[in-house]
């Protein structure tokens, strides 16, 4: 099994749709992370929590909001899709000293908004 | 913010040859990573090389830093077709959260 595991893997919705990016994982880190990918482009990062009860914005937070519902449970959500937001989406963890500690990611959740 | 560059973009070379790519960065760093991603896939966790050291190695990849220049690189010896994929550098500085670069495309042909 997948230490970070992301459901979807494919979704295709409509513009102005409410949808939800859920990730999980085994590992027990403390840390967790939202990323975008866009083609040949690198990571962006969406949004991060260091705990339950931490939740900050990345460079790309705008159309996009998170809950860490648990330490092992971290979902990102599309309040209303639009077109550019159509992606490849990642969570990742990492371990609390982050500083040395390299991130582990999912698999990906490939999003397109029509 | 504190985005890597890979250079090349892209690299395209035989199985058995070595393949070296470049990263650039722009202020003081804490430790820099190299990625790998399969196409589609989640990135893999490389090598980690922190800011007072300046080489490691793991198995067939050798990582080099420069913090003078404010570069690092990636040498993969011996390449497979299995290496196949792109490669991300990506670094932090202070508390900041990891930034990734655009990545190089390694394609090895067999």
């Known amino acids: 099994d997948a230490d970070v595991t992301q459901t979807p893997r494919n979704r295709i919705t409509k513009t102005g749709k409410r949808i939800m990016l859920e990730c999980s994982q085994t590992?027990?880190?403390?840390?967790m992370y939202w990323y975008r990918q866009d083609p040949g482009l690198g990571l962006q990062l969406i949004y991060y929590?260091?705990?339950?009860?931490?939740?900050n914005k990345g460079e790309i937070s705008d159309g996009y909001s998170v809950s860490r519902q648990a330490q092992a449970k971290f979902s990102l959500s599309l309040e209303s899709a639009i077109p550019n937001q159509t992606a490849l989406y990642f969570c990742?963890?990492?371990?609390?000293?982050?500083?040395?500690?390299?991130?582990?990611f999912g698999n990906g959740t490939r999003l397109t908004v029509t | 913010s504190q985005q890597g560059e890979e250079d090349p973009q892209a690299l395209s070379i035989q199985e058995g040859e070595n393949a070296t790519m470049n990263c650039s960065y722009k202020t003081s760093i804490n430790n820099l990573q190299w990625y790998r991603q399969n196409s589609g896939r989640g990135l893999v966790h490389l090598i980690l090389i922190r800011s007072n050291e300046r080489e490691k190695h793991s198995g067939r990849l050798r990582v080099t830093l420069d913090t003078s220049k404010k570069s690092s690189s990636l040498l993969i010896t011996a390449s497979r077709a299995a290496d196949t994929a792109s490669y991300f550098c990506a670094m932090n500085s202070g508390y900041s959260t990891l930034t990734f670069g655009k990545g190089t495309m390694l394609l090895v042909s067999p």
């Open positions: 929590s260091f705990d339950v009860k931490d939740i």
């Open positions: 590992k027990g880190h403390d840390r």
């Open positions: 990742a963890t990492s371990f609390k000293q982050w500083t040395l500690s390299p991130l582990h």
